[in-house]
């Protein structure tokens, strides 16, 4: 049969292969049974029956040539007669009726035809020590040749099977669990695999391999020309940032140098961040033990000249009960303010509410809001069902995905109501 994936899941074609192959050995069990029984009732329902009736209507012919003749004496057919209208000993007790039928005779049941003409009464019995021997010979023989033969073919059909799609399942499954954060430190996983000959499963083969090669080296090419350039704007917004802070140390502080100070801050940490997600790695971002209200209100406060030109109000509901715990900062803030831009940017309400939790934090507006697919009350934001329409052509909510991700944390849209039963 065909072999299961690795993680213990039979793959859909192994699956039908093996519904296929169960579905073959059942059907032939139960021609065994359909077979076997239709044999016995052919030749006990149905030919013993006439072959007696014939014994029958024979010895009478032989009666009428000949009135001593003797009753049939074979290996498989024996006789008792009788002229008195009481049966002998054996059978005085017994009702016996014209015609074929079983009767307890001489220990056993057996078939019998009874007959009765001109005052002479004959029981012919049939010896059935044979008659299992002739279903052995004549049904069940035959059926188990039968039966041989179908299996000899399952099994070579089943070998020609695994050697033309077992290959095509382990490439399928080879495929599927390619490990594409860490493919660059890996070899193909298609080198190992035996395609038994098959052409059609070798060229598959090939072109995966030349697909992954390519594929490879563009994912590298990717996070290289991504680090590279974190890597060399890091010094122009440094030197910027310097500049901005001698300004302020020598001007005081002004409106437009506290923006372009924070739009600088705002660089770094998008610098950071895509330098993150370009290493697939956090291990290098600092990490600090400190509270997610902190940020919630760093965050505010910045975002504040935003909300009062939106005629937003943010209102943070701040957890009584809430514990330092260790966050990458730089990250923390790239994921809450993105959502939170967003909630100032396309919200159409007068209101955002943040709630903080003890593992969960929930940004709610008063605006319009989302229709989820399937009137569902939760929905991952990378559900393939949800289907959003966006304004922007930024790459906040794709960071925000790809950051979530690395970090194990999940986004995800809930139902207004749903929200306010949950935070009553």
């Not at 029956?49 to 032989?62: D, F, I, P, S, V």
């Amino acid at each position: 049969m065909i072999r299961t994936r690795n993680d213990g899941k039979a793959h859909p074609l192994a699956q039908m292969f093996n519904r296929y192959y169960w579905l073959q050995i059942g059907l032939i069990a139960l021609s065994i049974v359909v077979g076997l029984a239709c044999s016995a009732w052919v030749i006990k329902g149905s030919l013993l029956k006439t072959a007696l009736e014939q014994e029958m209507e024979h010895y009478w012919l032989r009666i009428e040539r000949n009135p001593n003749a003797d009753l049939p004496d074979t290996k498989n057919l024996y006789g008792y007669r009788w002229n008195t209208q009481v049966a002998p000993q054996p059978f005085k007790d017994m009702h016996l009726e014209s015609g074929v039928h079983r009767i307890f005779v001489d220990g056993k049941e057996r078939m019998t035809v009874y007959g009765e003409r001109n005052g002479q009464h004959v029981l012919l019995v049939f010896g059935e020590s044979n008659v299992n021997k002739l279903v052995w010979l004549f049904g069940l023989a035959p059926l188990m040749f039968s039966l041989s033969v179908l299996y000899s073919f399952l099994w070579w059909s089943n070998r020609r099977a695994r050697r033309y799609f077992s290959p095509i399942t382990r490439l399928a499954n080879a495929l599927e669990n390619i490990d594409w954060a860490h493919q660059d430190t890996q070899a193909s996983p298609f080198k190992d695999i035996n395609t038994n000959g098959n052409m059609e499963a070798e060229y598959l083969k090939q072109a995966l391999e030349k697909y992954h090669q390519v594929l490879s080296e563009f994912i590298r090419r990717e996070r290289e020309f991504t680090g590279d350039v974190s890597h060399e704007l890091r010094t122009p917004l440094t030197i910027l940032k310097g500049n901005v802070q001698l300004c302020q140390t020598k001007y005081g502080e002004d409106k437009s140098l506290t923006r372009l100070h924070n739009t600088i801050e705002d660089m770094q940490l998008l610098v950071d961040t895509l330098l993150a997600i370009a290493r697939n790695t956090v291990k290098n971002l600092p990490s600090e033990k400190n509270l997610v209200s902190e940020i919630v209100r760093d965050l505010v406060e910045s975002l504040e000249g935003v909300s009062v030109s939106k005629g937003i109000h943010i209102h943070i509901h701040p957890d009584s009960a809430e514990q330092p715990r260790w966050l990458y900062p730089s990250m923390t803030k790239m994921v809450l303010g993105n959502i939170l831009r967003n909630a100032l940017n396309y919200s159409q309400g007068s209101q955002i509410d943040i709630i903080q939790q003890k593992n969960s934090l929930i940004i709610a507006d008063n605006g319009i809001g989302i229709s989820l697919p399937n009137d569902m009350k939760v929905q991952e934001l990378s559900d393939s069902q949800l289907s959003l329409k966006a304004k922007g052509h930024g790459i906040g909510l794709q960071l925000v995905q790809k950051l979530c991700k690395q970090l194990g944390w999940r986004v995800e849209l809930f139902d207004r109501g749903f929200v306010a039963q949950s935070c009553s």
